[in-house]
């Protein structure tokens, strides 16, 4: 068994409107390394390929791997660089490593887009998924140098360069002993679609009141915020206005993790009140943002006192 770290950068239209035929990004540089059974490091590929579809630099894709519109006009054209690819990996067996499920995705388009459906390539591996279920636990997809830079792990290498980024991955991948958990892989790959699918539920409630805003705001109804997975009280952090009419806040279940919480409260026709209580997974983003609004609420506080 053979395994190849690969990377990939590719460019893209300059704007949507020129897009061929969904073609998201067309592959310009090709890099891996390739490792024995015992994980020693046996042979590296680079390549540059020339686009057929995208032969302008996106100003994005230049600023980011610093890439100038020359350096997409030498090379190899595509067919031949995967041809190049093939040939190196060879016939014994082997898997592709990758960080992230893009590269692969990329991959398989380009190879739709030029009509290439007879090459044959090893099956695909993200490497980050492990990182995130198994290192960090928290499924969560972090940049390559973020997870390098949580393992302590050397950076001199310029990053979003293909080889550079592909030496990168392999050395997060052996530091963090990720293949040790190929054969979990499935499992992995189920426990994080389903993390992401309850990261993308929102669940609602609606309240409405003939009473004061003072008064449906110190409701049970409002206040009390069950976990939507096993209906228990959920302990909750202090709800923060940010606007006059928007608070939010953040509660844990014990078992099934910490919700952020919005409102927003709305005086009707009728006089009474409503109010929209949203509730979904909470996201670093969100703790950040909750964080920052509860610091600003308690600098006014402190204002006031001293202005009183």
Not at 274 to 298: D, G, H, W
């Amino acid at each position: 068994m053979k395994y190849i770290f690969l990377d990939m950068e590719w460019n893209q239209a300059v704007c949507k409107e020129q897009t061929v035929n969904g073609l998201t990004g067309e592959i310009i540089r090709i890099g891996a390394l390739m490792f024995d059974e015992d994980l020693n490091e046996i042979a590296r590929h680079y390549s540059c390929v020339i686009p057929k579809f995208y032969k302008q630099m996106n100003k994005n894709v230049g600023k980011l791997t610093g890439l100038k519109n020359s350096a997409i006009t030498y090379g190899m054209s595509f067919p031949n660089a995967i041809a190049c690819f093939v040939k190196w990996i060879g016939d014994e067996e082997c898997i592709i490593l990758t960080w992230g499920s893009e590269d692969e995705k990329i991959m398989r388009s380009n190879l739709a887009a030029y009509k290439l459906t007879g090459v044959k390539l090893p099956e695909f591996y993200d490497v980050q998924r492990i990182y995130g279920n198994k290192i960090t636990k928290d499924n969560k997809q972090y940049a390559l140098t973020a997870a390098l830079g949580q393992m302590q792990l050397p950076t001199e290498l310029p990053p979003h360069n293909a080889l550079n980024d592909a030496i990168y991955t392999a050395r997060l991948a052996k530091a963090a002993g990720l293949l040790s958990y190929l054969p979990e892989y499935d499992v992995i790959s189920g426990e994080i679609e389903e993390y992401r699918r309850l990261l993308s539920e929102v669940y609602y409630l609606n309240i409405h009141e003939n009473c004061s805003r003072e008064s449906i705001l110190k409701s049970d109804k409002v206040n009390d915020c069950l976990c939507p997975v096993c209906d228990i009280k959920m302990k909750r952090q202090e709800f923060i206005f940010h606007k006059d009419n928007c608070a939010v806040s953040y509660a844990e279940c014990p078992e099934h993790g910490e919700y952020y919480i919005k409102l927003k409260i709305k005086e009707c026709p009728d006089g009474g009140v409503s109010v929209t209580r949203k509730m979904k997974i909470l996201t670093p983003q969100n703790r950040a943002f909750y964080r920052a609004k509860a610091e600003e609420a308690e600098a006014r506080k402190a204002a006031q006192l001293v202005g009183g």
